[in-house]
């Protein structure tokens, strides 16, 4: 019997990928207090490179200091940070795994209070309400020179590709928004200038990498709230990339209210999968619904050729064959499923097939820069932690 489609090769640019899994990208509050890459995180992704998945991509890697998401997030923006760099990947080379560096800035997201947060323009910030500062031209090709850095750091370190994160509510995405971008210059103002951010930050990174390595982007597609940014000026957007060399698109939202619209809850968790996993609040509620960027994937491959990374809440073997069968996608990515089974991949080469063990309760998404990442589901103890931290610790 042949292998399920989500087992079969498949390439990205020059890259050969053995199967379609893919770790989808997640902060992982492992690095050192200063950006670097601790040990704990290169044994985090020699786990990951054991457990088989065909790729796997960093958690976001902020560019410049003012682009740090959170406390414990690493950091690319200068070569002291490459000795822990390589390391990092010479761990998961070891394992026979691949790995692509992403690379972001948080923009007006940041979480780091020592800082003034930068953005397009002076709109606080959807989720947080922190107030940026409007970048200066200054700013703006800073920025687009630092993304370019630290794609060529990445690549002296030993990636083996790039990954863009443009979604999110970053600050790729933000000036990709009419929502956040209401500047009336070059970098914004109309669809045409709103495209000018992103595609001089791909070209900058191009330019540093050469046209060999393989490039994909996270894009938020559409917006998660009013008024925002609508699909059609993202897909010629998208196609601006793709004639420019771009290698794979990974589909997500751009600007949100709440991470939940991105990382929803309970996915797949019907009321029999609630009472065997002591779900007690959700014995009466049906599942989020699988898959559900599908139609933004459907989206892209209506408009271009580029191959499709699609994330968001995929949990069966079913699903996971048929979105490949049906052609609107080409790569299955997961977060969630991964820090609960990081093996995941090598039991579905065994043969493993249904639902994954996580039930996107979310309780990792809550420890975000202040706990290391992992599932706090698998032991008591973890749980009862959670719920210290939860009521006391956080509060």
Known sequence: MPDPL??????????????????????????????????????????????????????????????????????IHDDEYLPGLKALTEAVHEQ?????????????????????????????????????????????RFVIDSFGKAARR?????????????????????????????????WGGNNKRRDKFILSVYEQIRDEVGNDFPITARIGITDAIDRGLELSESMDRIKQLSDLGLDGVEVSYGIMRSYLQNIRPYVAVDPKRAVKDK?????????????????????????????????????RTETMHDLIESGDADFI????????????????REGRTGLVDCVSCNMCLMHEGKDELRCWRKSWGSLFYHAYCRFWRDR
């Open 333 to 348: 990515a997961m977060s969630r499923p991964f820090i609960r089974e990081p093996d995941l991949p090598r039991q579905l």
């Open 96 to 140: 026979d795994g691949r790995i692509f560096a992403e690379l972001g800035h948080a923009g007006s997201q940041s979480k780091i209070t020592n800082i003034q947060p930068i953005a397009p323009s002076v709109i606080p910030n959807a989720m947080s309400d922190r107030v940026p500062k409007m970048m200066s031209i200054d700013d703006i």
């Open 154 to 186: 990445a690549k002296i370190a030993g990636f083996d590709g790039i990954h863009l994160h443009g979604g999110n509510g970053y600050l790729l995405s933000e000036f990709n928004s009419p929502h956040s971008n209401r500047r009336d210059d070059e």
């Open 6 to 75: 989500y087992l079969t090769a498949s390439n990205l640019g020059s890259l050969k990928i053995p199967n379609r899994l893919v770790r989808a990208a997640t902060s992982e509050s492992m690095a050192h207090e200063n950006g670097s890459v601790s040990e704990t995180l290169i044994n985090f992704y020699t786990t990951l490179a054991k457990g088989q998945a065909g790729l796997l991509i960093s958690g976001h890697m902020y560019i410049e200091p003012r682009g740090q998401s959170n406390v414990r997030q690493v950091g």
């Open 279 to 315: 779900l007690f609040h959700r014995i009466f509620s049906q599942g989020t619904p699988e898959a559900y960027y599908r139609n933004f994937a459907r989206s892209v491959k209506k408009h271009t050729d580029l191959p499709v990374i699609l994330v968001g809440g995929i949990r």
